[in-house]
């Protein structure tokens, strides 16, 4: 029984702390696990919010976004369709809004959320063989007459006369380094990726809403991220996290199995040890009882040995009060 209580002890600290080491890669700050749609879903989500405060048309809102999406910003601007068709928006961050955008299917009121993925760009958009020049920046468009919506179904707008500019502030050349030329990288809603010229004052032309990005062509191949495809979902990543899991349950499981296997070992070769000791012991004891004529066994509480009389031959009487 003594033995049982003080191993497992020891053992126990052991595997808790390997199994922490094992484990806490996984849950340390990490990014969202979440696919570029539902990033989509939760930014119409936040920038309806912010709207909701002071509902004014033509006033660009900032979101507060949760802290593990640090370094991501939305906005929202709430316009009616018409102003949008006749008027376009002269600026809205990097966007420039030309006269004659109309919206698929037709709404009195429209959103237009605004996001820039900052350092979060390659996460959501990975793009193998190229690198990102400035970050991923979207525009899409929702009805805005329910102001409480979540889950919207995103507006087709389209650029019927001219196309919305993209004007890219801070594109980062100085980490080209290549022979290649800085090129506009489009994201549409449906998973799909195309390719256009930059144009001067690193502006990307678009006629429908989506992502948009400047990328360059990395000169040698990246070799880790190059088997991730963009699918608009995100599907990889959950799969390798999954295999992550997974393998390291797998790999402490065994690692516990031979642990135990070990204390196993160590305790049954002690518990013989300790029988045969006790034996010996025994047989010492029971020559020497057999010389005082009495047996004294040793008994253990907890860790201390104690010796005490099993039987007392002659039990003493009191006589003085006992008196039949
Ligand atoms: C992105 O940058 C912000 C600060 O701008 C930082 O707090 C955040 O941890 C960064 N996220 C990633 C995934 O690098
Ligand atoms: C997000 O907005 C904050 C405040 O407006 C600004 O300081 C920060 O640079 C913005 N980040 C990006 C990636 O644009
Ligand atoms: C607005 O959307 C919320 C959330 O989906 C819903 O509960 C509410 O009934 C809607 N209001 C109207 C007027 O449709
Ligand atoms: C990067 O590329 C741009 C355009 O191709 C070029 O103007 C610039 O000089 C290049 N910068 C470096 C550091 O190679």
């Given at each position: 029984?003594?033995?049982?209580i003080?191993?497992?002890?020891?053992?126990?600290?052991?595997?808790?702390?390997?199994?922490?080491?094992?484990?806490?890669?996984?849950?340390?700050?990490?990014?969202?696990?979440?696919?570029?749609?539902?990033?989509?879903?939760?930014?119409?989500?936040?920038?309806?919010?912010a709207?909701?405060v002071?509902?004014?048309?033509?006033?660009?809102?900032?979101?507060?976004?949760?802290?593990?999406?640090?370094?991501?910003?939305?906005?929202a601007?709430?316009?009616?369709?018409?102003?949008?068709?006749t008027?376009?928006?002269?600026?809205?961050?990097?966007?420039?809004?030309?006269?004659?955008?109309?919206?698929?299917?037709?709404?009195?009121?429209?959103?237009?959320?605004?996001?820039?993925l900052?350092?979060?760009?390659?996460?959501?958009?990975?793009?193998?063989?190229?690198?990102?020049?400035?970050?991923?920046?979207?525009?899409?468009?929702?009805?805005?007459?329910?102001?409480?919506?979540?889950?919207?179904?995103?507006?087709?707008?389209?650029?019927s006369?001219?196309?919305?500019?993209?004007?890219?502030?801070?594109?980062?050349?100085?980490?080209?380094?290549?022979s290649?030329?800085?090129?506009?990288?489009?994201?549409?809603?449906?998973?799909s990726?195309?390719?256009?010229?930059?144009?001067?004052?690193?502006?990307?032309?678009m006629?429908?809403?989506?992502?948009?990005?400047?990328?360059?062509?990395?000169?040698?191949?990246?070799?880790?991220?190059?088997?991730?495809?963009?699918?608009?979902?995100?599907?990889?990543?959950?799969?390798?996290?999954?295999?992550?899991?997974?393998?390291?349950?797998?790999?402490?499981?065994?690692?516990?199995?031979?642990?135990?296997?070990?204390?196993?070992?160590?305790?049954?070769?002690?518990?013989?040890?300790?029988?045969?000791?006790?034996?010996?012991?025994?047989?010492?004891?029971?020559?020497?009882?057999?010389?005082?004529?009495?047996?004294?066994?040793?008994?253990?509480?907890?860790?201390?040995?104690?010796p005490?009389?099993?039987?007392t031959?002659?039990?003493?009487?009191?006589?003085?009060?006992?008196?039949?």
């Amino acid at each position: 029984m003594r033995l049982k209580i003080s191993i497992p002890f020891p053992l126990i600290i052991f595997t808790a702390f390997l199994s922490s080491l094992l484990f806490t890669p996984l849950t340390t700050s990490q990014p969202p696990a979440m696919s570029a749609r539902s990033l989509d879903a939760l930014l119409q989500d936040y920038a309806f919010r912010a709207v909701q405060v002071r509902p004014k048309t033509g006033v660009v809102f900032d979101t507060t976004l949760p802290e593990n999406l640090a370094g991501v910003n939305a906005s929202a601007m709430r316009l009616r369709s018409g102003s949008l068709r006749t008027r376009g928006v002269k600026s809205y961050r990097e966007f420039q809004i030309p006269i004659g955008v109309v919206e698929q299917p037709y709404s009195k009121r429209i959103v237009l959320v605004y996001h820039n993925l900052g350092n979060f760009s390659s996460r959501f958009y990975p793009l193998p063989g190229f690198t990102y020049l400035a970050p991923v920046l979207g525009l899409l468009a929702y009805d805005a007459t329910n102001l409480s919506a979540t889950g919207l179904p995103e507006l087709e707008i389209r650029a019927s006369e001219e196309p919305i500019s993209v004007r890219f502030s801070d594109v980062k050349f100085e980490q080209n380094g290549t022979s290649f030329s800085p090129k506009c990288v489009y994201f549409d809603l449906y998973g799909s990726v195309q390719f256009d010229n930059l144009l001067r004052g690193n502006v990307c032309p678009m006629v429908k809403q989506g992502h948009f990005s400047v990328v360059v062509e990395a000169t040698a191949p990246s070799p880790a991220p190059a088997a991730e495809e963009y699918s608009g979902a995100g599907k990889g990543r959950g799969k390798s996290n999954t295999g992550k899991i997974v393998g390291s349950t797998i790999g402490a499981l065994i690692l516990l199995g031979v642990i135990f296997v070990v204390v196993w070992k160590i305790k049954e070769r002690e518990d013989l040890k300790k029988k045969k000791e006790k034996k010996k012991k025994l047989e010492q004891e029971t020559e020497w009882g057999n010389e005082r004529d009495e047996a004294l066994q040793v008994t253990s509480f907890g860790n201390i040995k104690a010796p005490f009389a099993m039987i007392t031959r002659t039990q003493p009487v009191l006589e003085d009060r006992y008196v039949p």
